[in-house]
């Protein structure tokens, strides 16, 4: 009887046995993990689309042979069991306001097995067309102020590694003509000495020497004309004789009401003139090229500011390092479309006492470090009575887009947009992964 | 009564058996549960240490770029972003798993170098104290004594380079393969660095750049360099192939010396500076040479831009003589540090130090050894050195058992 009745409790235990196997389904321990298909979706689209390539191909033809490029290299970058489909949707906007998602292409090696993940990747065509009407910088004040580019071709750079002065002219000259009324390449050191001298260089309408902007393509290295400047800029008691040049561009500056723009590093370390000094160098084996040294952009400041000029090589700047853009200066990126990466490692930051020593306003694009706090990574320094310096005290190799930001900070020219063509033209790429067999 | 108390026995005894059999059933449910659990643990482990070294660029973030001492782990490349990874940074990782890999210069010296090689003596050398090792990248992911972790990042394509004789000219032959199979279609941006002596008055030999762009419809294709003979030539030749957005790199060399050590060795100085060390090999077979170093920057449509550097040629010597000279390059420009070399019996070498490990397309392995784990976690990305396409595999297993 007993038997029985342990029997009855055997089929229960059993049962209940059964039941919870049935139900509660245990992956096996090695079954922990499978790659993470979503993730290296994501990879495959952002390292695929690294140099817009991936943006370029899904808008074209769905015919042309940038879909068999495409395909060959996702088979290449993808491991052998891993199987893929990507798809590109059109996005469009009816009249009702309801966006719709229409399957533009879809390309595929295999079918999937049940498992699969996706990531994906907004584009917008290269061929959108958007319209900027900037304001021309002065049109409100009346100054209609004129950009001079340095672009002497009798002249050497220092700390533009990688560029040359004559590029670096084309691409400020890209970025900047549209926000002045009229913009002038300097195109040798005697043209900068006539600059100098007020005269006119292309004689053009809306030239105009007074409240010009002039940048300086050089970095560290200043060009000097022969001539009235080598002289008048020579100083035979200084430990540096050129120095005392600097003052003469500091008080043009102040004179005239420039703003003279330095791109990168030490502003006014070198004076060069590939003529003049054909047997120089800047000690770097850089020939063309007579150091100055700190004192020149002690002079420069001394002629701003309207003081008589004393050879000073007193050091101004410091090293603090990483700096970040300023909440500002990141909203004027978006507002002027330059994006500059939003740190940068300053080498040469001027102190922040010559604004009291020569009567100078800043305006900053950086944050200053919480370390050197009395630093100033780079900024457009007005002189209350007269002509700026902007100072991107940056270290190599320069980047442009922080002196054309610094510049459109400091005038604040507004932009005018415009979108042509915006519909239909973004689109939506899905990259479907799945592993051979399911995960 | 007998009957009954036999009943009974027989009754407990399977009652106790039915009980033994489905606790061990549910012992068996738990464990595996309990080892599943363990295993998900290590499996968000990785893709923890996936997703820090590869879209993190540590701290500080420019610390590949300087010799600065690094206070958080990360691999992100600060100007590009994303999956982009500093080419800067995986040169200052201490890739060695053991001393005995590790390069001293000058022998018996006590300094060691770090050693990421490409092939045949080309490859990065890295001061060992500038270096992160294995153990500190794990105390900064928080995971040492816990769990272990590898990185294992390699070319998405693999380049091959191989020379074809018979030609009378120098015939390089390019084949690229991706996950296995052949890669069609793809554009090859090539440049070839041929070493010759110039004349008897002039003891430094010369590099001669050869460059082009070739298309390579077949996944397979012969470059002709009409200009240069194939009897025993000199020379370095690298090959950067794009397609659809994945970019590899492929590299080749041959030296008329007959040795299968490099004479000259360059050593990272200091990443700050760019300063870099060109040795003699301080092997005393090894006769004076001479040498002209020349770096190339390499622009992003893969071209190169020669850049002038300080003590450019000079004489080495491991005996009398000097047995080194110090040069520099851009530090924040990636490109090639090519150096050819001349012995007083004409023969002729090179070597090349990749500056930033994308444009050599070198592989780099750093961590432990996952052997002998019973369960190993993978994780996979696709990531860019300079715009050259690589996989980066993160393996991980916990310590604990």
């Known amino acids: 009887m007993r038997t029985v009745e342990v029997l009855f409790v055997i089929i229960i235990l059993l049962g209940a046995l059964i039941i919870t196997i049935q139900f509660a389904v245990l992956p096996s321990p090695q079954q922990a993990f499978g790659t993470n298909l979503r993730e290296l979706s994501q990879s495959t689209l952002e390292t695929l689309d690294g140099k817009g390539i991936l943006t370029e191909t899904v808008f074209k033809d769905p015919n042309d042979t940038a879909w068999g490029n495409l395909q060959k290299a996702l088979s290449a970058s993808l491991p052998p069991n891993v199987v893929y489909n990507l798809s590109v949707y059109d996005i469009s906007t009816s009249s009702g306001g309801v966006i719709n998602y229409h399957l533009a292409k879809s390309i595929s090696d295999a079918g999937f097995g049940v498992d699969s993940e996706a990531a994906s990747l907004l584009a917008t065509s290269p061929n959108v067309t958007f319209t900027i009407t900037p304001e021309k910088v002065g049109e409100k004040t009346g100054e209609n102020n004129t950009l001079y580019i340095l672009n002497c071709n009798d002249a050497n750079g220092w700390w533009i590694v990688g560029y040359s002065a004559q590029t670096l002219a084309l691409d400020l000259y890209n970025l900047l003509s549209p926000y002045f009324q009229t913009t002038v390449l300097v195109n040798s050191t005697y043209e900068l000495g006539q600059l100098l001298n007020r005269t006119l260089l292309t004689g053009g309408d809306g030239e105009k020497v007074e409240d010009a902007v002039v940048i300086n393509t050089f970095g560290e290295s200043v060009p000097i004309p022969s001539g009235y400047y080598t002289t008048v800029g020579y100083d035979p008691d200084a430990t540096y004789k050129y120095a005392k040049y600097s003052w003469y561009l500091g008080q043009r500056t102040n004179q005239y009401n420039w703003t003279w723009v330095s791109i990168v590093g030490y502003p006014f370390y070198y004076v060069t003139n590939t003529d003049f000094f054909k047997y120089d160098h800047n000690g770097w084996g850089i020939y063309g090229m007579k150091m100055i040294y700190q004192a020149g952009v002690n002079a420069f400041l001394q002629g701003l500011s309207n003081q008589p000029y004393t050879y000073n090589e007193t050091k101004i700047t410091e090293r603090p390092g990483v700096v970040y853009l300023s909440s500002e200066a990141l909203d004027l990126c978006n507002y002027y479309g330059v994006y500059p990466a939003p740190y940068q490692t300053s080498d040469r930051a001027l102190q922040s006492s010559i604004l009291s020593t020569y009567n100078l306003v800043a305006t900053e694009i950086f944050d200053r470090s919480p370390e050197y706090p009395n630093c100033i990574p780079a900024a457009t320094y007005r002189h209350t009575g007269g002509g700026a310096l902007t100072a991107i005290g940056l270290t190599r190799t320069p980047d442009i887009r922080v002196s054309v930001l610094a510049l459109l900070m400091y005038y604040r020219p507004a932009v005018y947009k415009s979108e042509f063509g915006a519909s239909c033209t973004s689109r939506v790429v899905t990259l479907q992964l799945g592993q051979q067999g399911g995960t | ?401």
């Not at chain 2, 390069?103 to 490859?123: K, M, Q, R, T, W």
């Not at chain 2, 957005?245 to 490099?262: F, K, L, R, W």
């Not at chain 2, 360059?266 to 300063?275: A, H, M, R």
């Not at chain 2, 004489?315 to 530090?331: E, F, H, I």
């Open chain 2, 1 to 401: 009564m007998a009957g009954a108390t036999i009943d009974h026995m027989v009754a407990v005894t399977i009652l106790i058996a039915a009980l033994l059999l489905t606790m061990g059933i549910y012992n068996q449910m738990f464990a595996s549960a309990v080892a599943y659990e363990n295993n998900r643990k290590v499996a968000m482990k990785a893709v923890d240490i996936i997703n820090t070294a590869c879209i993190c660029p540590g701290n500080p973030e420019d610390w590949g770029e300087t010799n600065a001492s690094l206070l958080g782990f990360g691999l992100q490349d600060p100007q590009a972003g994303g999956y982009a990874l500093s080419p800067y940074s995986l040169m200052r990782l201490r890739t060695s798993s053991n001393d005995s890999q590790l390069v001293e210069y000058p022998p018996d010296s006590g300094l060691f170098y770090n050693n990421i090689s490409a092939n045949f003596g080309h490859g990065v050398l890295s001061p060992v104290g500038d270096c992160l090792n294995y153990t500190a990248a794990a105390k900064m992911l928080g995971i040492n004594g816990t769990y272990g972790f590898r990185i294992d990042i390699v070319p998405t394509l693999d380049v091959n380079v191989s020379q074809v004789l018979g030609f009378g000219h120098l015939v390089l032959n390019v084949d690229v393969k991706g996950s296995g199979l052949p890669l069609s279609g793809a554009t090859l941006n090539y440049h070839l660095f041929h070493v010759n002596k110039t004349d008897d008055e002039d003891p430094f030999p010369l590099i001669v750049t050869y460059s082009g762009i070739a298309p390579n419809p077949s996944g397979s294709v012969d470059i002709h360099f009409s200009n240069v003979t194939d009897d025993d030539p000199s020379y370095s030749f690298t090959v950067y192939v794009s397609l659809g957005g994945v970019t590899g790199v492929g590299y080749y060399t041959h030296n008329t010396i007959d040795s299968e050590s490099q004479y000259i060795i360059p050593l990272i100085q200091d990443f700050d500076d760019g300063k870099i060390i060109i040795a003699h090999n301080w092997n005393g077979d090894t006769p004076a040479v001479t040498y002209n170093a020349t770096f190339f920057i390499l622009t992003s449509d893969f071209q190169l831009q020669q850049v002038q550097i300080a003590n450019s040629t000079g004489l080495l010597n491991s005996g009398a003589g000097k047995p080194y000279n110090t040069t520099q390059v851009p530090a924040y420009e990636v490109g090639l540090l090519v150096i050819s070399y001349l012995t007083p019996e004409d023969d002729m070498g090179n070597v090349i130090l990749p500056w930033g490990v994308g444009t050599l397309g070198v592989s780099i392995s750093f961590g432990g050894d996952p052997t002998g784990y019973s369960f190993v976690a993978t994780e996979l990305r696709q990531v860019s050195i300079n715009d050259i396409s690589y996989q980066a595999k993160v393996s991980t297993w916990s310590l604990n058992g």
